[in-house]
């Protein structure tokens, strides 16, 4: 029985720097992404994307495209499977949606949907033909910005209206499986006119919400508050823009799919495009041996990528699609924008009382995102509010769909506390550091809200110590104290918490230790760039004992016999798939040990593994790890993969039985127990410098400490610690949507409007991080993932440090322009809109 | 529907920016082979044939001479890309935005997304993978890429590694902020720069051992 006390004293490799396999590929060009294979008799589709925000095509001609020679075939959203229920591995039965986003549309709901694909003999001929296509459009009201939609009277994004409701599920019936979550449904919701003259004060609404959770007893905690701060605050729409879009190449062969794509979990992608085909599994291949980025866009790659697959299918021929820059910004998924207002009542020392948070979300046309849920969770789980409740809208409007993007909705939630929380620091005369320090969850804190009087809790929290840490090495009492202003120049500090969930549980291992004493290890995570497709299986060797070198990694198509593994997308994998790697070292352990029994005699429990051997304990007789092999595949049954065990999933079932008999095989569940929800947790520290006759502003240094349990790979872990934090500063920076409201049209849809980071925005000489350093006590190896929580405190960190260095009547929205600054700076007003989105 | 006042002017502005964009994309990937007009498709052609005019020209591509058809308005990145198998190069924006794209022309990084193909004849070219020698030897900032973990999903790296190859030509011993400006052309989304530059800089530092 698996227990979580298994201790790997002194890691030799866990912890330590080392070269991911897949570097020299890289720096070469020899790695491959989606749009770098070729396949013979190769054909390019191109898309038609819908130019309306809301349209309804009413007719399509497209005879003088099909006509031009080199034209293949159409394919228009009539072709395209129906939505079908499916059954999840764990049987749970998933409803059909009639509102869930489909490859193509005959409505489009925001502009640049696609509408229909053309394929051809090559790109020019598929593009040519597109603007030979004639479609009679029927124009429908439509709304870009979350607030047009909630006035009294306002249009709708969706014919049926325009805010998320998701019903409560179902209690399970007895004797029954417990049904699938109940589908998303569809409110038209407008503010009473009193609401309505409240938002045109400049005040968000606290109007009636379409969700709500709470704890304790808010009207209580109010009471006891001496300070009560009421803010609101707007972040932005940011495009995930990863340096690849979306590009997929597919083609079919026996009634199996082979599918190249960009994705962030090979493993996972193969269920996905099963249910968007209505196909089984089994006939899908993935192949995505490189991704270049995902930041949550892509967890399963994206639904695009059935346009190359059915065409494919239609014309019997392998077809690309290369998605351009600016169609990514329509189908590339982005992080929804928030307007939250925030009520928090403190006493005089600090404490949060009671908090009242109220979030609007700018979800997009498809299907409520879950951005604003996980804000409440986070901001109860950084803050711990004694009493809180937690209402939100989820607003449909017509702009491009909404994903998870790195910290979806904790880094939303944190960036509208923050400002809270500076405010109160300085309203109650106490040390930034020290209100968090007060606030801050430790031990196994509690997390959302309560059901019937129960709340869930963490797995562990230090970010007391994670915040001490920080405050050292930024010196932060010292310079707590430096000259503000000179000059032309105004300096300020700030600091901010922010957390993320940051692991799952339940996924399988796979390895086969061969003749020629190698471990191969079979790795179903997606290679996008955070290396936890390699780290995680350190851990293999970690525990057999064997120099890394002596492994080989397998990863990047399914046809290879990869198990099943969790998606690579919450920062989940380095928890999940370290889980994994240790059950199934633990099988090979087992299997070898009793492998020596049998030939040399004693019971199992008389012989230990280490060094690339299983030996009889204290030295002695034994077998390396070749001979052993050898003797599994005699053995056959359990030991060589003949015999499958029970516990596994369907897909790791059939990769065993892939590679049985070919040397001693390993494979397991993850089963090992966790009390608690995993997340890890960060404390940002930065400088800025505004220049008062420009606006202009710079990050001077920054220190992010991560409290994330036992850190794998510390190189690949800062990377992940300056990259997310990078990605935060951005939301502080500069990062924004912009729309034409009048036509519904997107105007930020390039690198250089949309203005994510380059290196010389960011502080690349004076960036330091660290960890707490303290193992998770949940898991085997004590790694909770970094993904995701640096981007709060990267953005509010820094937007807390301009408050320090220009006061608090600057700005009420992220981010914060120069312009901004200068107009606020002049009028001594706020230079910002408080509540239009998109500008 | 106050939001929609003049359905009409919407009409024209969108169907005639489309239009643009249509043209922009056909004209940047247009040519023979993989995305470019096929030569069937070209001889039944006469509308866009003349654009489609392929000429047989020779290019020094890492140090060797390959003749390659080209159109003329074919880009460089385009014929490295879907002519020559260089799939090392790649295309993160095709429109100068992001630098991804970067190779060395007579030494110096050019964005190849957007240098036209016909432009570079009589030219060294150098992409990413002319930089390892025939042995496989790495180049001394490939090799500080490996010894320093440096990016992350690396769809940035071969342009990152082209400019630096490109400035550290022109400056072989830069300090960390004058690397930053050398290659702030570039552009990374996983936002690795901290690890970036130093990967680069070790890079240097190889070189200068060299
Ligand atoms: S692809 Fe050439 S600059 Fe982006
Ligand atoms: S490493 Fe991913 S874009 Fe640079």
């Known amino acids: ?83 079908a229920p499916f059954i999840t591995d764990d049987g749970v039965m998933i409803p059909a949606d009639p509102r869930a986003e489909r490859g193509l549309t005959n409505e489009p709901l925001y502009q640049g949907e696609p509408v229909l694909a053309v394929a051809a003999v090559d790109e020019l001929t598929a593009a040519e033909a597109i603007e030979k296509i004639q479609i009679d459009w029927e124009r429908l009201p439509f709304a870009v910005d979350p607030m047009v939609t909630l006035k009294p009277g306002g249009p709708n994004a969706r014919t049926d209206g325009n805010v998320w409701v998701v019903p409560p599920p179902a209690p399970p019936k007895p004797g029954e499986k417990p049904a699938g979550p109940p589908l998303p449904q569809v409110q038209d919701f407008k503010w009473t006119d009193a609401e309505y003259a409240e938002f045109k004060q400049g005040k968000l609404p606290m109007s009636k919400p379409s969700m709500e959770w709470s704890y304790g007893d808010i009207e209580a905690g109010f009471k006891k508050a001496d300070l009560v701060v009421d803010e609101a605050f707007v972040t932005p729409n940011t495009s995930h823009q990863c340096m690849e879009t979306r590009t997929a190449m597919a083609y079919w062969q026996n009634g199996k799919v082979f599918v190249h794509c960009s994705t962030q979990s ?96 700018d979800g997009g046309p498809y299907g409520p995102q879950g951005d604003a849920n996980s804000s409440g969770r986070i901001v109860s789980l950084c803050y711990t509010p004694e009493n809180m409740r937690w209402r939100g809208v989820n607003v449909i409007t017509n702009t491009p769909p909404r994903g998870a993007q790195s910290q979806p909705g904790g880094a939303q939630g944190v960036m509208i506390m923050e400002p809270v929380m500076n405010k109160a620091a300085n309203k109650l005369g106490l040390d930034q550091v ?118 080989v990694v397998t990863w990047g198509n399914t046809a290879k016999h990869l198990p099943w593994t969790c998606p690579s997308g919450g920062s989940q994998t380095i928890h999940a798939m370290t889980r994994a790697a240790h059950a199934t070292a633990m099988d090979a352990k087992q299997k070898l040990q009793e492998i020596a029994a049998m030939d040399l005699g004693g019971t199992p429990a008389d012989y230990e593994v280490g060094g690339g051997r299983v030996f009889r304990k204290g030295g002695g007789a034994g077998l390396t790890f070749a001979q052993a092999a050898q003797r599994a595949i005699k053995l056959g049954g359990k030991y060589d993969g003949h015999e499958v065990p029970e516990t596994v999933s369907r897909m790791t079932k059939a990769s065993v039985t892939g590679l049985a008999g070919q040397g001693l095989l390993a494979a397991a569940k993850d089963k090992y127990k966790r009390d608690g929800i995993t997340n890890s947790y960060v404390a940002g520290f930065a400088e800025v410098e505004v220049d008062l006759e420009t606006g202009e502003y710079r990050i001077v240094d920054y220190v992010g400490v991560a409290d994330v349990g036992t850190v794998i790979h510390p190189r690949a872990f800062g990377g992940q610690m300056f990259g997310r934090t990078s990605l935060g500063w951005g939301h502080a920076l500069a990062q924004k949507w912009v729309y034409d409201q009048h036509y519904g049209a997107p105007l930020a849809k390039r690198f250089y409007n949309s203005k994510p980071p380059t290196i010389l925005d960011v502080p690349v000489n004076n960036f330091k991080w660290a960890a707490v350093d303290i193992p998770d006590p949940e898991t085997p190896v004590g790694a909770r993932g970094i993904g995701e929580p640096p981007v709060g405190a990267g953005a509010s960190a820094v937007l807390n440090a301009l408050v320090d260095a220009l006061g608090e009547n600057i700005f009420r929205r992220a981010p914060v322009t120069l312009d901004i600054i200068l107009t606020a700076l002049e009028t001594g007003k706020p230079g910002d809109d408080p509540l239009t989105a998109h500008i | 529907m106050a939001d929609m006042k003049n359905p009409e002017e919407t009409t024209k502005t969108l169907s005639r920016r489309d239009l643009i964009k249509g043209v922009i994309a056909a004209g940047a990937v247009s040519s023979a082979g993989y995305l470019f007009r096929s030569s069937g498709v070209r001889a039944a052609q006469t509308q866009s044939a003349a654009g489609s005019v392929e000429r047989l020209v020779t290019l020094n591509i890492n140090g060797q001479q390959r003749p390659v058809d080209v159109m003329k308005q074919e880009t460089l990145a385009m014929t490295l890309r879907y002519k020559l198998g260089l799939t090392g190069t790649k295309l993160g924006c095709d429109r100068s935005e992001c630098g991804a794209c970067t190779v060395l022309i007579d030494d110096v990084p050019h964005y190849s997304c957007s240098v036209l193909t016909h432009s570079v004849r009589g030219k060294k070219v150098v992409s ?73 800089l070790k890079g240097a530092e190889n070189m200068r051992r060299a």
């Not at chain 1, 006493?347 to 009242?356: P, S, W």
């Open chain 2, 128 to 200: 990413i993978e002319g930089l390892a020698s025939a042995d496989g030897k790495l180049h001394p900032v490939q090799q500080g890429v490996v010894d320093e973990q440096g990016f992350q999903c690396a769809f940035c790296m071969s342009g990152f590694i082209m400019s630096a190859v490109g400035f550290l030509k022109v400056n072989p011993k830069p300090t960390r902020t004058e690397l930053a400006h050398g290659i702030s052309g570039n552009l990374c989304r996983c936002q690795d720069y901290d690890k970036i530059l130093t990967a680069l």
């Open chain 1, 434 to 551: 020290a209100i968090r320090r007060i606030n801050a969850p430790a031990g196994k804190a509690g997390i959302g809200g309560a059901i019937k009087g129960k709340r869930d809790h963490v797995t562990s929290a230090f970010v007391q110590e994670a915040l001490d840490k920080g405050a050292e090495l930024f010196r932060w009492n010292e310079r707590k104290s430096q000259v503000k202003k000179s000059g032309t120049k105004a300096r300020g500090i700030g600091v901010a918490v922010s957390a993320y969930s940051a692991g799952s549980i339940g996924f399988d291992g796979l390895f086969v230790i061969k003749p020629d004493g190698k471990i191969y290890i079979q790795s179903g995570v997606g290679n996008l760039g955070t290396e936890s497709m390699i780290d995680s299986h350190r851990v293999v060797a970690e525990v057999l004992g064997v120099p890394w070198e002596q492994c």
């Open chain 1, 266 to 361: 090979t493993a996972q992608t193969v269920p996905a495009i099963a249910r968007w085909l209505s196909i089984d599994q089994t006939n899908v291949v993935v192949i995505s041996e490189y991704t270049g980025g995902g930041f949550g866009s892509k967890v399963t790659s994206g639904i695009s990528l059935t346009i190359p697959v059915l065409l494919s299918k239609k014309v019997n021929a392998p077809v690309m699609m290369r998605v351009s820059r600016e169609e990514e910004h329509y189908i590339g998924r982005a992080r929804p924008g928030f307007h939250g207002r925030m009520k928090a009542g403190f006493t005089k020392d600090g404490r949060l009382v009671a908090l009242d948070m109220f979030v609007v979300t």
């Open chain 1, 1 to 83: 029985m698996p227990t979580n006390k298994v201790n790997i004293p002194n890691y030799r490799l866990l912890g330590k720097n080392y070269t991911t396999p897949d570097m020299v590929a890289k720096v070469t060009g020899k790695s491959k992404y989606a749009e770098d294979f070729r396949a013979e008799g190769m054909l390019f589709c191109k898309l038609l994307l819908s130019p309306l925000p809301h349209g309804r095509v009413k007719r399509i001609d497209a005879s003088a495209a099909l006509a031009m020679p080199g034209v293949k075939a159409i394919l228009t959203a009539d072709e395209l499977p129906p939505p």
